[in-house]
């Protein structure tokens, strides 16, 4: 044991708090590098950081901070004011139906109450609502595991459901 340690022990003081993931860190890291003198870089690199590993950590928050020569709550500041930047990992499934008018009007009312119930007795799913994705003539219009879907059917949207049902 080293006599730094002896000494924090014996002070009863906290232990230090775990290192983050510094793979992760290096990984955010060299993204946000990457747009370093870009006008306005923080939003595409957010975009990136979502991209690469699907949310943003907590820990993300200061590297973004330090390679921007910003304060933490700056970041923080932009990534709380927009929901599309999640902040946990991601579902093994997601599914994000339109429930604008154009989708209405053919169904995605009935479609997401039925994804809904199908989501409440299964594990690790998430669906979501959106009021418009630009597929309204496709309707009813749904996000799919990061994929837009148009003309979806109960079938198509449940299928993934289920097989996560406990
Ligand atoms: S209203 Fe659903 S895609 Fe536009």
Redesign the pocket.
């Known amino acids: 044991m080293s006599p730094k340690t002896d000494r924090r022990q014996a002070s009863g003081a906290a232990p230090p708090r775990p290192p983050a993931d510094a793979a992760r860190a290096d990984a955010v890291r060299t993204i946000a590098t990457q747009y370093v003198g870009d006008r306005g870089p923080l939003l595409p690199i957010l975009h990136s950081v979502l991209e690469h590993h699907g949310y943003i950590a907590d820990d993300d928050i200061p590297v973004i901070a330090e390679v921007l020569n910003l304060s933490r709550a700056d970041v923080h500041g932009v990534v709380s004011f927009y929901p599309d930047f999640r902040r946990t990992p991601p579902p093994a499934v997601r599914v994000v139906l ?1 429930r ?5 009007s053919v169904g ?1 009312e009935d479609l997401y109450a039925a994804a809904r119930s199908a989501a409440a007795r299964a594990d690790d799913v998430e669906v979501g609502e959106v ?6 003539a496709l ?3 749904g996000v799919v595991n990061g994929q837009l879907r148009g003309r979806l059917t109960t079938a198509d949207v449940l299928a993934p459901l289920h097989r996560r049902q406990r």
Do not use: H, K, R, T
């Open positions: 339109c604008g008018e154009a989708c209405q995605a009021f418009c994705l630009g597929n309204c309707g009813p219009s």
